[in-house]
């Protein structure tokens, strides 16, 4: 069987097809990597997955509009493994559309040894992550504590008055994440000698 | 159909094993080395088969321990711990174990004698891509005795839950899992190069039998989204293992990236699970009605919808991520979209049995079952499509019972249809009929026993993947426990019935089914080793 097939004309076809397919896996394979830039570039344009800028943005001068009272409201997270704490006495505002508000947050390294972390945002409901502009934030950078130490830090952000009118409260969420060299590995290490032992 | 029958070499016999054993002088190697070795596609599907049907009762073992587990309130027989490893580990191995490599199993079989092919284009491909499978589910499996268990996440393996808060383990799940998706790109790749190039002379694609179409297109989908998988878990593994931060909020990450990529595979996943099965249903229903089936084309057009739409609904499987108004209802109504042309193949399943002269041997039992059983999965899964209903019913039982409905009475029973079809062709014997029907009776009870009670214990606000429930759930989970075992025990009956028919039996002639019209019905049966040599003279399909 082996020595007709090798010369029937059918194998050309089959190593066409098979040098097509091959290309598709590849592509594909190549899709799924390339979604992740997509992905991030998709949510910045159109701010789905709650996240703001990374850098300070300046202030839209389009007036306040006192008409409109949105309430934000702060959440701080910590993470298991890293012995910190980030704290706001301002758990709620209100706020004008337009305004300039700025509250503060604390952070302190309960731990016996420096450590690096960060804090991430996320917004909801995040078609409000737009019109969330931070003219500061200690979030665009990350923080290194000494064992012990405190650090004061401002947030001041505006809300533009272009956010969409169903929108009456917005949450910001401030999740610490610690900052380490191996990444993942590292944190779940830390998380397996906090909780799964 | 076919005009010229190629010159058969054997009588039918009764050696044991299957017609790999035609006792031709062209098995090269004896043994074990026969099976390691083997190039031919009869062999090989043989393999196939075999494997699935031991993962399916793997799987099953470990059903049987969370549905004993879930038998009464409270924590009785394993830690919660356990409990994550075996629902995790139950539906890996079903999806990646079972169903695919069943109809892989199924493929390489039927595909080459429905075409009047001499064997899979790539023979040595294709047994490399089985070898690839024992590999990766040993090292599934030995996760289980990992320090730290195996994992512990779910079959969706959700990120973060599968890379940060991970057991040790999911490195080698990752692996297993590449050598899996390796092994079904190989098998899509073969049977693609098989389907489109070496037709019998005279066979266009619209005479090709639907099973042939289906895994055609089932074929196209693996080698799309199987990539797609490999991506995703190759983030994983750099995740965990490089420090990059793909899925990790904390590096800047994404943990919804990964559903949104995990579903983009996922969704296109399901449906490979079950266009195969439309196939083998497609087929089997016109034989037992004695009719030709209704809507040939129709069926065709119809699996392409469910194809390309399958890349266009993934993200209702996360309508409670967040999604945006119009995300919520783009993904709602795309979903619904697909019943269409899923209605087009039950509506024309039904019209092939219109006034048809049916009868009831097995294969036609569990075809007709899947038809009913099936659409009940169709159904809810369509409630499970309304996006605000979807928010009630993410994560309950009834999602359990929707899939379970259309991958057990659904891709199994099919499977099982397409087993009792063939097994006279595969070993020159007819199924001993009273065992099969007994089976077929106890499972199709057993079935809707399980997964009947779940969907109202779902509509009561039972969460999926937790080892102990609230005491109002307690009377619908020990029906579906009780018929878990029932299903469960009734397939020990299948093995016995299968291994029956191969040591013996009533003979089957080369026509073992009074309407059976495609080319495979040519060959003797058994069908000997080699078959379609010189490949068959093949008429234009009537239309």
């Given at each position: 069987m082996a020595e007709p097939f090798e010369r029937d004309p059918r194998r050309q076809g089959v190593r066409r097809t098979v040098a097509r397919t091959v290309a598709v896996l590849g592509g594909m394979f190549v899709f799924a990597f390339a979604l992740v830039p997509l992905y991030d570039a998709f949510c910045q344009v159109t701010g789905l997955n709650g996240k703001t800028a990374g850098q300070a943005q300046s202030l839209v001068h389009?007036?306040?509009?006192?008409?409109r009272t949105v309430t934000v409201q702060f959440v701080t997270r910590g993470s298991p493994g890293l012995p910190w704490r980030l704290e706001t006495d301002t758990r709620q505002l209100r706020v004008h559309p337009g305004e300039r508000r700025e509250v503060h947050f604390r952070f302190r390294n309960q731990g016996a040894e420096a450590s690096r972390a960060r804090a991430v945002p996320s917004v909801?409901?995040?078609?409000?992550s737009l019109h969330l502009r931070k003219l500061?934030?200690?979030?665009?950078q990350e923080q290194r504590l000494a064992a012990g130490e405190r650090l004061e830090a401002p947030l001041v952000f505006q809300l533009t008055p272009?956010?969409?009118?169903?929108?009456r409260t917005v949450t910001l969420v401030y999740t610490l994440y610690p900052v380490a060299a191996s990444g993942a590995r590292a944190e779940r290490d830390a998380v397996g000698e906090g909780d799964r032992a | 159909m076919a005009s010229h029958l190629p010159?058969?070499?054997?009588?039918q016999h009764s050696q044991p094993?299957?017609?790999?054993?035609?006792?031709?002088?062209?098995?090269p190697y004896r043994g074990l080395r026969r099976w390691l070795l083997t190039t031919n596609h009869k062999e090989i599907g043989t393999l196939y088969l075999v494997f699935s049907l031991s993962m399916f009762f793997i799987g099953g073992l470990f059903a049987m321990v969370i549905r004993a587990e879930l038998f009464?309130?409270?924590?009785?027989?394993?830690r919660p711990e356990f409990f994550n490893q075996m629902t995790t580990m139950h539906g890996l191995i079903m999806v990646f174990g079972a169903v695919m490599p069943a109809f892989v199993g199924l493929a390489n079989w039927m595909v080459p004698l429905q075409i009047g092919a001499?064997?899979?284009?790539l023979p040595r491909l294709n047994n490399f891509s089985f070898w690839l499978l024992p590999v990766a589910f040993a090292i599934l499996l030995a996760t289980l005795v990992m320090p730290g268990g195996a994992?512990?996440?779910?079959?969706?393996?959700?990120a973060p839950l599968s890379?940060?808060?991970?057991?040790?383990s999911t490195t080698f799940f990752i692996f297993s899992l590449h050598l899996a998706g390796i092994s079904s790109i190989l098998g899509a790749i073969n049977i693609i190069a098989t389907i489109l190039?070496?037709?019998?002379?005279?066979?266009?694609m619209m005479d090709m039998p639907l099973f042939v179409w289906t895994w055609l297109i089932t074929a196209f989908l693996l080698i799309a989204v199987m990539p797609v998988l490999a991506g995703v878990i190759t983030m994983m593994l750099l995740d965990i293992n490089?420090?990059?931060?793909?899925?990790?909020a904390a590096g800047g990450?994404?943990?919804?990236l990964f559903q949104h990529l995990f579903w983009f595979f996922g969704h296109p996943e399901v449906y490979i699970m079950i266009l195969p099965a439309f196939g083998i249903v497609s087929v089997i229903i016109p034989t037992f009605a004695r009719k030709?089936?209704?809507g040939y084309a129709s069926m065709v057009y119809a699996t392409a919808s469910i194809a390309i739409l399958s890349f266009l609904v993934w993200a209702h499987h996360m309508?409670?991520?967040?999604?945006p108004l119009v995300a919520e209802l783009f993904f709602m109504y795309s979903t619904m979209l697909i019943a269409v042309p899923t209605g087009v193949k039950v509506f024309n399943w039904v019209t092939t049995l219109f006034r048809g002269s049916i009868s009831f041997e097995p294969p036609m039992l569990f075809a007709l079952a899947f038809v009913v059983l099936f659409t009940i999965g169709g159904f809810s899964g369509l409630m499970l499509a309304i996006a605000p209903a979807d928010f009630q019913y993410?994560?309950?039982?009834f999602v359990v019972a929707h899939f379970h409905y259309v991958l057990v009475p659904g891709a199994v029973f099919a499977i099982m249809a397409g087993v009792y079809y063939w097994l006279p062709k595969w070993t020159g014997h007819y199924p001993h009929l009273r065992l099969s029907q007994w089976h077929f009776w106890l499972s199709v009870i057993g079935v809707n026993l399980t997964f009947f009670p779940m969907h109202f214990a779902g509509l009561a606000g039972m969460p999926r993947r937790i080892p102990d429930y609230a005491l109002q759930f307690a009377d619908f989970n020990m029906v579906t426990s009780l018929g878990g075992f029932l299903f469960g025990a009734s397939q020990l009956l299948f093995v016995v019935v299968v291994v029956r028919c191969v040591r013996g039996g009533e003979r089957a002639p080369?026509?073992?089914?009074?309407?059976a019209e495609d080319?495979?019905?040519?060959?003797?049966?058994?069908?000997?080793?080699?078959?379609?040599e010189t490949p068959p003279q093949v008429r234009p399909r009537e239309s």
């Amino acid at each position: 069987m082996a020595e007709p097939f090798e010369r029937d004309p059918r194998r050309q076809g089959v190593r066409r097809t098979v040098a097509r397919t091959v290309a598709v896996l590849g592509g594909m394979f190549v899709f799924a990597f390339a979604l992740v830039p997509l992905y991030d570039a998709f949510c910045q344009v159109t701010g789905l997955n709650g996240k703001t800028a990374g850098q300070a943005q300046s202030l839209v001068h389009a007036g306040v509009d006192t008409s409109r009272t949105v309430t934000v409201q702060f959440v701080t997270r910590g993470s298991p493994g890293l012995p910190w704490r980030l704290e706001t006495d301002t758990r709620q505002l209100r706020v004008h559309p337009g305004e300039r508000r700025e509250v503060h947050f604390r952070f302190r390294n309960q731990g016996a040894e420096a450590s690096r972390a960060r804090a991430v945002p996320s917004v909801s409901p995040s078609e409000a992550s737009l019109h969330l502009r931070k003219l500061s934030c200690f979030c665009f950078q990350e923080q290194r504590l000494a064992a012990g130490e405190r650090l004061e830090a401002p947030l001041v952000f505006q809300l533009t008055p272009d956010l969409p009118a169903d929108v009456r409260t917005v949450t910001l969420v401030y999740t610490l994440y610690p900052v380490a060299a191996s990444g993942a590995r590292a944190e779940r290490d830390a998380v397996g000698e906090g909780d799964r032992a | 159909m076919a005009s010229h029958l190629p010159p058969t070499s054997t009588p039918q016999h009764s050696q044991p094993a299957s017609a790999g054993l035609a006792g031709e002088a062209h098995a090269p190697y004896r043994g074990l080395r026969r099976w390691l070795l083997t190039t031919n596609h009869k062999e090989i599907g043989t393999l196939y088969l075999v494997f699935s049907l031991s993962m399916f009762f793997i799987g099953g073992l470990f059903a049987m321990v969370i549905r004993a587990e879930l038998f009464q309130p409270g924590l009785q027989l394993v830690r919660p711990e356990f409990f994550n490893q075996m629902t995790t580990m139950h539906g890996l191995i079903m999806v990646f174990g079972a169903v695919m490599p069943a109809f892989v199993g199924l493929a390489n079989w039927m595909v080459p004698l429905q075409i009047g092919a001499p064997d899979m284009a790539l023979p040595r491909l294709n047994n490399f891509s089985f070898w690839l499978l024992p590999v990766a589910f040993a090292i599934l499996l030995a996760t289980l005795v990992m320090p730290g268990g195996a994992p512990d996440f779910g079959w969706t393996f959700y990120a973060p839950l599968s890379t940060t808060y991970a057991p040790p383990s999911t490195t080698f799940f990752i692996f297993s899992l590449h050598l899996a998706g390796i092994s079904s790109i190989l098998g899509a790749i073969n049977i693609i190069a098989t389907i489109l190039n070496l037709r019998a002379p005279g066979m266009r694609m619209m005479d090709m039998p639907l099973f042939v179409w289906t895994w055609l297109i089932t074929a196209f989908l693996l080698i799309a989204v199987m990539p797609v998988l490999a991506g995703v878990i190759t983030m994983m593994l750099l995740d965990i293992n490089f420090g990059t931060s793909f899925f990790n909020a904390a590096g800047g990450g994404d943990p919804v990236l990964f559903q949104h990529l995990f579903w983009f595979f996922g969704h296109p996943e399901v449906y490979i699970m079950i266009l195969p099965a439309f196939g083998i249903v497609s087929v089997i229903i016109p034989t037992f009605a004695r009719k030709r089936l209704f809507g040939y084309a129709s069926m065709v057009y119809a699996t392409a919808s469910i194809a390309i739409l399958s890349f266009l609904v993934w993200a209702h499987h996360m309508f409670i991520v967040g999604l945006p108004l119009v995300a919520e209802l783009f993904f709602m109504y795309s979903t619904m979209l697909i019943a269409v042309p899923t209605g087009v193949k039950v509506f024309n399943w039904v019209t092939t049995l219109f006034r048809g002269s049916i009868s009831f041997e097995p294969p036609m039992l569990f075809a007709l079952a899947f038809v009913v059983l099936f659409t009940i999965g169709g159904f809810s899964g369509l409630m499970l499509a309304i996006a605000p209903a979807d928010f009630q019913y993410h994560d309950t039982y009834f999602v359990v019972a929707h899939f379970h409905y259309v991958l057990v009475p659904g891709a199994v029973f099919a499977i099982m249809a397409g087993v009792y079809y063939w097994l006279p062709k595969w070993t020159g014997h007819y199924p001993h009929l009273r065992l099969s029907q007994w089976h077929f009776w106890l499972s199709v009870i057993g079935v809707n026993l399980t997964f009947f009670p779940m969907h109202f214990a779902g509509l009561a606000g039972m969460p999926r993947r937790i080892p102990d429930y609230a005491l109002q759930f307690a009377d619908f989970n020990m029906v579906t426990s009780l018929g878990g075992f029932l299903f469960g025990a009734s397939q020990l009956l299948f093995v016995v019935v299968v291994v029956r028919c191969v040591r013996g039996g009533e003979r089957a002639p080369a026509k073992a089914w009074e309407g059976a019209e495609d080319l495979e019905w040519s060959l003797p049966s058994p069908a000997p080793l080699h078959t379609f040599e010189t490949p068959p003279q093949v008429r234009p399909r009537e239309s």
